[in-house]
């Protein structure tokens, strides 16, 4: 398992391409984020990367507080991605390899994309039985699994954003 975020962490967001930059292009394990790499992923890698972030930190505040403790660390999303997305201790993290699915696990799995997640289960990286409750939106409930369009305004509006938000809680 390889990508960006904490490494224990209890939501894990899955994607199929890495940032453009060198360092993470043979990533071999987690490697937690410092204040300012979102940033610098933005700006070397385009508005496409600035977007996953800002849908990501939307998302967790869209989550409802007594389940999930994002909002108590800052006071917006905007502060909440800059401060804490995908740093040490943020039980967070962005994968960029083929989820790991324990049953007994609390973690939530969010697959972007359902192109992704079909090439994940044709391939056979991914066991989950999934459950399409529409050209968007699929689930798992036992292996908490939900996938949703990727993370980009135009494809994860904040109408759907909030449907995912209601999803994971239901899974919490």
Known sequence: MFGLGCRDFKIAVYIANTPTMPEYQNLTQVNSLTRGEITA???ACGNGWRKVFNVYAKLLFALPKEHFNFTLLAPT???YRDSFLLQANSQ???L???PV??????????ICGRTYAKALIDNGSLSAQ???LDDEFAIDKENRVVVCPYFD???LSNVKIERLAVMLTALK
């Not at 699915?101 to 969010?110: A, G, N």
């Open 101 to 110: 699915l324990i049953k007994s696990s609390k973690v939530l799995h969010i």
């Open 77 to 79: 999303w905007q502060k």
């Open 153 to 155: 305004y135009r494809q």
């Open 92 to 94: 967070l993290v962005l």
């Open 96 to 98: 960029f390899s083929p």
């Open 41 to 43: 992923i933005g700006l």
């Open 130 to 132: 999934l459950t399409w």
